[in-house]
C-alpha cells in the first residue's frame, strides 16, 4: 500500500513537471523571447531535465526529455525529433548520478548543466551534419558561449522554483 | 522466463533510451521531406493554439499598462502637434503640386505603374525557442490563405523592406525563416550600379547579411550606403524591394568576384507587424 502511494505522488510529481515543462516552452517561445541577451537565450527547459534526472533517475529523466523535446519541435524550426533526441540522452545521463555522487545537490547541478550544454551542442552538431547540413557551422558560435554562461547562472534560480514548487525534495538524501 | 524478466527489468533504462532514440531518428527522417507525412504540421496547428494565447494574454498586459502611461504623454503632445499640423498644411500643398508634376514627367516618359501586390498583414507572435535556429512565427495560417514560400516584407523607417518567406503553414499560424538566417538566399541587384549577386545570411556576424558573385569590375563603383534591392529574377521574391545597404566590400585575391557585407534595411529584433504577399493584383 506505502509503496502504491508512492508511485502515485511520484507519477503525479511527473505529470505536474510536464505541464510545467509545457507553460516553460511557451512562455520561452512568446515572452522569455524579449529577455534575449545578444540575441541568446538560456536554454530553461534543459536545466529542469537535469535537475529532475538528478533526483529522479533515468528512466523518469529521458521520458520528460524527449517530451520536452518533442514539444521544443513542435515549436521551432528543428525537425521533428531534433531536441527530442538530444533531451533524451541529456536527461539518460544526468539521471545515471543519482545516488552516486554525495555533494552539494545544487553544485552537481551546476556542473551537470555545463557538461549538459556542451553535450547537447557535439550531438546538435552531428545531427544538423546529418539532417540539416548548413546549419552544422551556426552550433560553434559566440551564442555557445554565451548560451553556457547564460545556463549557469539561472541554474540555482530554477533549481530553487523547482523546489519551492515541491517537485524535488528538499534533503539531500532524498530520492523522487 | 524469470531469468528473462529480471534482464529486462535491470536494463529497463537503456531499453527505453534506445527505443525513445529510434523513435526519434525516424521523426527526423519522416520531418527531412522525404515522405508525404508531416506529424509536424498536425503538432504545430494544435499547439500553436496556446502560443496564440500566451501572445494575445502578454500582448493585451503589456498595452494596457502602456496605455496607463501614455495618456499623460498624449496630452502634451496633443498641444505640440497642433501647432506642427499648421506647418504641414502648408506642405501638403507643395506636396500636390509635385506630385501632380512627377505624374505628367511619367507620362512623358511612357512608365507604367509598378504592379502591386495582396497581402494579408500579419504580426510576429513567438520567436524560435533555441538559440541555433533563426525564425519566428505570425498569427496568420491557412485559414488566411497563407501557403509555403510567400514572402514577406515589412514596412519601417519609411522603407518597404524584404523580410524573409513562409517556410511552414498551420492553420491558423506561419513560420517565417528571415533574410538573416544563412540557410536561404535572394537574388539581389544594387540599386544604382545594377550589378546582381546572391544575398544570404552572415554566418559569423548576427542580424547582417552577405552578398556575393558581384563582379568585381564593380568594386570602383560601390560605395557604403549604397542600396541593394531584390532582382526578381527566378526567384520568389518580386522586383524592387529593398533589402539593405553596403557596410562594407571585400575584395579577395583568391575569388573571382566580391564580398559584400550588408546592413539589413528591416532591424529584426523591432519587427512587429509584417505584410505576407499572397499575389498579384
Not at chain 2, 40 to 64: E, H, L, P
Request: positive net charge.
Amino acid at each position: 500500500m506505502f509503496l502504491q502511494e508512492k508511485n502515485k505522488i511520484m507519477n503525479k510529481k511527473v505529470i505536474v513537471l510536464i505541464f510545467v515543462v509545457f507553460i516553460t516552452i511557451i512562455l520561452k517561445t512568446t515572452i522569455l523571447g524579449n529577455f534575449a541577451f545578444k540575441g541568446v537565450k538560456p536554454d530553461i527547459v534543459l536545466i529542469m531535465i537535469v535537475i529532475f534526472s538528478n533526483f529522479s533517475g533515468s528512466f523518469k529523466g529521458e521520458l520528460l526529455g524527449f517530451f520536452s523535446g518533442l514539444l521544443e519541435d513542435l515549436l521551432s524550426m528543428s525537425p521533428l525529433g531534433f531536441n527530442a533526441f538530444i533531451n533524451s540522452i541529456i536527461g539518460f545521463l544526468s539521471g545515471i548520478t543519482v545516488g552516486k555522487i554525495f555533494l552539494n545537490p545544487l553544485i552537481i547541478t551546476i556542473f551537470l548543466v555545463f557538461f549538459g550544454t556542451l553535450f547537447k551542442s557535439v550531438l546538435s552538431f552531428f545531427l544538423l551534419s546529418i539532417f540539416v547540413s548548413e546549419k552544422a557551422g551556426s552550433v560553434y558560435t559566440l551564442k555557445f558561449l554565451l548560451e553556457i554562461g547564460f545556463n549557469i547562472i539561472i541554474t540555482p534560480f530554477i533549481y530553487f522554483i523547482l523546489r519551492i514548487l515541491k517537485l524535488i525534495p528538499i534533503n539531500i538524501d532524498s530520492k523522487l | 522466463m524469470f531469468r528473462g524478466g529480471r534482464n529486462i527489468q535491470k536494463y529497463k533504462n537503456s531499453i527505453t533510451l534506445l527505443l525513445l532514440l529510434c523513435l526519434s531518428l525516424i521523426l527526423m527522417t519522416v520531418n527531412s521531406g522525404r515522405y508525404d507525412i508531416s506529424p509536424k504540421k498536425i503538432g504545430t496547428s494544435f499547439f500553436s493554439i496556446f502560443q496564440i494565447s500566451a501572445s494575445r494574454a502578454s500582448n493585451y498586459i503589456s498595452d494596457t499598462i502602456n496605455s496607463i502611461n501614455k495618456l499623460e504623454q498624449l496630452k502634451t503632445e496633443h498641444d505640440i502637434l497642433l501647432e506642427k499640423l499648421k506647418i504641414y498644411q502648408r506642405r501638403e500643398r507643395d506636396f500636390l503640386e509635385l506630385k501632380e508634376e512627377n505624374t505628367r514627367l511619367k507620362e512623358q516618359l511612357e512608365l507604367t505603374q509598378t504592379s502591386d501586390y495582396k497581402f494579408e498583414s500579419a504580426r510576429v507572435i513567438a520567436h524560435e525557442p533555441g538559440n541555433i535556429f533563426n525564425s519566428f512565427v505570425i498569427d496568420k495560417g491557412s485559414t488566411k490563405g497563407i501557403e509555403k514560400n510567400m514572402p514577406v516584407i515589412a514596412y519601417q523607417d519609411g522603407f518597404q523592406g524584404l523580410v524573409g518567406k513562409v517556410i511552414e503553414v498551420s492553420m491558423f499560424t506561419s513560420r517565417i525563416i528571415p533574410l538573416i538566417d544563412n540557410s536561404g538566399f535572394v537574388a539581389a541587384r544594387l540599386l544604382d550600379t545594377r550589378y546582381e549577386g546572391l544575398v544570404n545570411g552572415d554566418p559569423e556576424i548576427q542580424n547582417s547579411l552577405i552578398m556575393n558573385y558581384v563582379s568585381k569590375n564593380a568594386a570602383k563603383f560601390l560605395n557604403e550606403g549604397d542600396l541593394v534591392i531584390s532582382s526578381g529574377l527566378q526567384s520568389i521574391y518580386p522586383e524592387g524591394i529593398y533589402i539593405g545597404r553596403i557596410r562594407g566590400i571585400k575584395v579577395p585575391e583568391w575569388q573571382t568576384s566580391l564580398v559584400i557585407n550588408i546592413e539589413p534595411i528591416i532591424n529584426f529584433s523591432k519587427l512587429e507587424y509584417l505584410l505576407v504577399l499572397t499575389g498579384e493584383k
